[in-house]
């Protein structure tokens, strides 16, 4: 599939694709910088469930309330 960016960047996703990953008026999107090129990644209800869950076990938890501790004595 192709589309065209306008002058002021903007570009046109297909019907076609915003119905297969649900992207409708408002959605936000990702943008990813891969060095050859850009990847476009919808936060939809689907994405956001599919993310549940997965840093469970790795200490983030713990970094962000030692995180949030040093930012409050401050």
């Known amino acids: 599939m192709k589309t065209h ?9 297909p019907s ?5 990953y649900g992207i409708k008026e408002g959605t936000r999107i990702i943008l990813l910088d891969t060095e ?6 919808p936060i939809t209800d689907q994405y ?8 469970r ?3 983030v938890l713990k970094a962000l309330i030692a995180e949030r ?3 409050s004595l401050r």
């Open 48 to 55: 956001l469930k599919k993310l549940q869950g997965s840093l």
């Open 36 to 41: 050859d090129s850009i990847v476009l990644k």
């Open 57 to 59: 076990g790795t200490g």
């Open 5 to 13: 960016a306008n002058k002021k960047g903007q570009i046109v996703i």
């Open 69 to 71: 501790r040093k930012d």
């Open 16 to 20: 076609i694709l915003r119905k297969k």
